[in-house]
Nanobody
């Protein structure tokens, strides 16, 4: 299983970016997918998650600015980030909790991460 994230980059404060993450490989079913981020010297933290039935959850620091969405047919999630702040600067990681087969338990998978840098 691979999670391929894209869409990071450098943007000025107040700007917008859209991240994408596509899951591929041997996948039977994907439960929750989400975005996490890790800034230098800090622990990885939850940004937003979305369930298979499109229930969403956001960190308080991004609520109202970020929107997570999902295309189940493409095994892909998106993160629309608006009104970006310098404190949003981090490596953003995609996560998926999924089943590879009908008989297996679910496991967590992580993408390699994509850098988001917001300049002041």
């Amino acid at each position: 299983v691979q999670l391929q994230a894209s869409g990071g980059g450098l943007v000025q404060a107040g700007g917008s970016l859209r991240l994408s993450c596509a899951a591929s490989g041997r996948i039977f079913k994907i439960n929750t997918m989400g975005w996490y981020r890790q800034a230098p010297g800090k622990q990885r933290e939850l940004v937003a998650t979305i369930s298979s039935v499109l229930t969403t959850n956001y960190a308080g620091s991004v609520k109202g600015r970020f929107t997570i969405s999902r295309d189940n047919a493409k095994n892909t999630i998106y993160l629309e980030m608006n009104s970006l702040k310098p404190e949003d600067t981090a490596v953003y990681y995609c996560n998926a909790d999924l089943y590879q087969t009908y008989y297996s338990g679910s496991s967590d998978y992580w993408g390699m991460g994509t850098q988001v840098t917001v300049s002041s």
